[in-house]
């Protein structure tokens, strides 16, 4: 963002953007929004947005659009092949990453389903990542591949002032490749600005390092650049040898170090798809088949036209400074605004949200009945806050049954793009406050309905005792008659 200073001497951040177009939120009574928690099996999934006042689930396809990216969507070409609505989005992105193959897919886990199908030629491949993502790793291990987290240790620990937490670390790296055989292991993917631990970014000298070590050995780089936008702005404001580098600059520089970039264009270019970038036609070539296969024909991939204009706009606003500082800037006061009220919650502030420690936000309860998941369904009936599990439960269970315990524990309050005003982020701020101060009221979660796959997405829970009741109860106690 620009850098406005407040006469009050106020460290507020400032949208530069205004609203034209508003959606209607309900905000349900306290004791409605139990019965809604309960209809949805206590998670967060299930709730319908029609009962959800603020939607902090993800940023996923939920960002603002700017009147470009609207106007745009009006001279899409609509033809199956060889639409000129895909040649403006290749352009933009050979700009972007000088790469010169573009791939569409319908959305970032198909980018990953066909690079897991197509690098892990047989089971027991090894794909080094510094964090996983769920579906990355689904589709990873689907096809019989193994994936190894070599973050820097400091990126899981909850709080500390390291500037980029996601940064590989690189002993632990060539570590890997000594000990399974550079010949054993399928790609290195590096994850820009971290998912599941709390949006933390990774430094242009990290991924410089990183690849530089796995081109040594001849392993194939690819990036998820789905979270690149918050990465570049913290590389920007964080990296001091970048910071007189355009954000273009830093992208490219970034992009020069990979094979392979994809992403979901949900999270970058404030849109709905994805797509998939290389470098070298013959790696492309060996992907390709899969594309008209699975999700449409090689211009437009299983995506509307539209959305594909949308996307090359967006992917152009990307690569401005004050569109890129808006989430973070935000999702700092937030972080700072709960920690004076002695919330704990992952630090330095990163990407996409406000992440909450649930450990340490509800020390009764143990792992094994889901604080973060029960963190979720207390914010929600606390204040009609929709923040998604990052934890234990997001986790899929071993073969034989055991539950792996997460790294993290974590409530992620997503703040999508240009989405919410700053007394809308405030109102999230009182909400989980209140709720910190209530925190002995909360208990755990139990199964009710497992499934095996991505049991987070749709699985059903109960839970352990009727704390909700006693929340709600206590919620009419303080607030009264107030939503
Ligand atoms: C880092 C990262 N990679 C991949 C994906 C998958 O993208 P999509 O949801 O478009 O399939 C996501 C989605 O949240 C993500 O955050």
């Not at 967060?44 to 745009?72: H, I, P």
């Not at 990407?351 to 009945?369: Q, S």
């Not at 405030?426 to 925190?439: C, P």
């Not at 009221?441 to 699985?459: D, T």
Request: glycine share 8%; net charge negative; proline share 4%.
């Amino acid at each position: 963002m620009s850098k406005v200073t407040f006469f009050s001497g106020e460290q507020t951040p400032l949208e530069m953007h205004k609203v034209r177009i508003v959606q209607k939120l309900n905000l349900r009574p306290v004791r409605e929004r139990v019965s809604a928690m309960t209809e949805a099996g206590f998670n967060t999934f299930l709730l319908r947005n029609e009962d959800v006042f603020l939607d902090m689930l993800t940023d996923s396809g939920t960002n603002a659009m700017s009147d470009k990216q609207q106007a745009a969507m009006m001279v899409a070409d609509d033809s199956y092949a060889g639409s000129a609505t895909f040649y403006r989005l290749e352009a933009r992105l050979r700009e972007m990453f000088g790469m010169d193959v573009y791939f569409p897919v319908h959305q970032g886990r198909a980018a990953e389903s066909i690079l897991a199908q197509t690098l892990i030629t047989r089971p027991g491949m090894v794909v080094p990542m510094n964090y996983h993502f769920t579906t990355a790793k689904a589709h990873i291990t689907r096809v019989g591949g193994v994936v190894e987290e070599l973050v820097r240790p400091e990126g899981l620990e909850v709080t500390s002032d390291l500037p980029f937490k996601g940064d590989m670390d690189i002993d632990a790296l060539r570590a890997c490749i000594e000990k399974h055989g550079a010949e054993n292991i399928a790609f290195l993917r590096i994850e820009a600005g971290t998912n599941l631990i709390g949006g933390q970014p990774v430094s242009l000298k990290n991924f410089k390092e990183a690849c530089g070590l796995a081109h040594e050995y001849g392993i194939l780089t690819v990036m998820d650049a789905s979270l690149l936008q918050d990465n570049l702005y913290f590389i920007k404001m964080r990296e001091e040898a970048c910071k007189d580098m355009s954000i273009r600059e830093i992208t490219l520089e970034i992009a020069n170090q990979f094979d392979c970039i994809y992403f979901s264009s949900r999270k970058l270019g404030f849109a709905r798809g994805g797509g998939m970038c290389f470098r070298d036609g013959a790696l492309a070539e060996t992907m390709k088949a899969q594309v008209p296969l699975f999700e449409g024909f090689l211009t437009y991939g299983g995506m509307s036209v539209r959305e594909m204009e949308a996307m090359a706009v967006g992917l152009d606003e990307s690569m401005a400074f004050d569109v890129i500082s808006q989430a973070p800037q935000f999702i700092a006061y937030m972080c700072a605004e709960l920690q004076k009220n002695g919330v704990p919650v992952v630090t330095p502030p990163g990407g996409l949200g406000c992440h909450l420690n649930a450990r340490e936000f509800l020390p009764h309860l143990d792992d094994h009945v889901y604080p973060a998941g029960a963190l979720a369904a207390a914010a929600f009936i606390a204040g009609g806050v929709r923040g998604m599990e990052r934890g234990t439960l997001s986790e899929q269970r071993e073969p034989d049954g055991t539950e792996p315990i997460a790294q993290m524990e974590l409530l992620r309050l997503a703040l999508p793009r240009r989405v919410f005003t700053l007394s809308q982020v405030r109102y999230a701020i009182d909400r989980v406050t209140w709720l910190y101060q209530n925190r002995h009221l909360v208990g755990g979660l139990r199964w009710i309905e497992e499934p095996e796959v991505l049991r987070f997405f749709f699985g059903r829970l109960a839970p352990i005792g009727d704390w909700p009741d006693k929340l709600a109860e206590q919620f009419e106690k303080d607030f009264g008659d107030s939503l």
